[in-house]
């Protein structure tokens, strides 16, 4: 039995902050389902819209994590909720087989179940015994698993499995189709993997400590998954229509410049109030 | 080391039930596998036997982290999760390149390319305590090299755990590195040739289509799954270890256990995706 700190006091229920994150990446992914409804390609930023936010709940879930001694460091939870998430997302893509509306919520399924058999593996058979431990890691693949969705989303402008493993190459004006120009084939979903990873491991790395504060933490996350975001608008040059990459750029460029700018004032907030030299604060919990 | 300070967890001692548990989601998986689609059985045993070799493999490499960076404890400077995908992924991609020359080619191609990686690895890291740190190598959990014989009290700082990277601990590196990196190809030829049966038979797809679709899906789950039976032995050793005279090497068996549940239950998520 491990012993817990307490990372940060106050900030929002880790219930209610979970219920927004879901329903609030869900709703998301399913609004870039309007590309294929009224073929268009614009509202492909939705998708980056829905992994913010699933990140945004994820920072917190690696927090409540990461608040017991795991003794591994804070990289390696993100690195199992993208390594599982990849797994129950290019699986629930798939069930676009039989109706594209599944997927969202196909991935959310397959990666709690996936999530819940890894957590209870770390918890149980590891002998780790954090009481949050299988909770967090199911969480975490569902973020996981949400956050490449979304960014597949926004890159492919959909998410079922059939358009995301054909593209086309123009020759001569003449567009063929071909698996290697395309999102799985041309392997850009590593690319996402590795931005989607950089984005959850690092806001609680970064900010933890006896002084680190809920709200900073929580706007760091949302900065790192806007940075990722206009990596990803950049990326979508390749299969979208240019109003939709522009679209998606704006969108990514304005968000990340209010985070980075709100992140900026509450880290100098939070360095004001340590002016004074003052002794480090007891965060509690027995060693 | 936790992030925090607080106490690492992690007890010593299997638990039966949790195991067994374990045994039964990986026979589970494997019988799922049976009835929809059996081809893929004796790939998701590959699977299962790859994370298994991870698993395994990942507790001889020498694991220091942040205490070793500050020359207070044994090991390489970084994290298990870190190490093990280095380590593992550098096997990963120079096996999937000679995936062409037939199973045990790019089985032998992965662990060298694990194997070489760790080498350089533990080389320069011995170079930068020993000829920018200043420190010399001492285990602080064995007196005596098991390999060279040499003695560590005389060289082991008071108020340390030992420092720099022992011969035991470099060979342990070069080990794991090996081992990592066979299971790591493993698993990705098995999920290369799961999709190459599978997609041959899809309506008005060419040779080169389902070369290429293969090849990324079968990378990126087998990067996926390599990172989920790493970080599972990562939890099981708990931060740091010196090699395979560390006390804690003896509890592979958990983790062993726990990395192929997980690696099943991945594969079979994984190779349902050709099934539906």
Redesign the interface.
Known sequence: ?????E?SAGGMDHNKLLAIGLIGALICIYLVYLNTLMSTQVFAFFGGLAAVIALWWGTDSIKKL????????????G??A???????M??AT??A??SPLLVPIGCVV?AAI?GA??G???D???????PVMTRMIAELTVVGSLTMLGFTAMVAGTFSFGSL?LGSISVMGLAIPS??ASV????V??TI?MLGAIAIQHPF?AC?GPNESWDRTQMCALECGFLSMITVAIMSIVFLSFIAVVISFVVSIILWGWSYSELIKLSKRDAFAWLDAKPIRE?G?E? | MSALGGGAAGGEGINPVASVIALVIVLASVGIVFILYPAALIPLIGVIIGGVLISFGVHFVPVGGAPAAMGQAPGIATGVAMLAAGGGLAGLFGGAWAAGHGLWIALGAGAMGGGVLMAITCLMVNVVYVFEMGIPAASGKVDKDPITGDTYPAYRSQGTEGHGLPFISYVGGVLGGILAGTGGTLIYLQLLAVYQGAFASWVGITPEGVATLAVSLAGIFAVGMFLVAAVLTAYNITGTIEGPHDPKFKRWPRAVIGSSAACAACGLVAILLVVI
């Open positions: 039995m491990s012993v817990k700190m990372a990461c608040s017991y001694g795991l003794g591994t460091g804070v990289p390696s939870a690195m199992i993208l390594g599982s998430g990849v797994v129950a290019l699986f798939k069930l087989v039989i397959v996936l058999i890894l209870f593996i770390s149980k058979v590891l002998n780790m015994n954090i493993i698996y290697a799985i084939g041309g392997c979903i590593a993997f790395n933890l965060v919990g060693q």
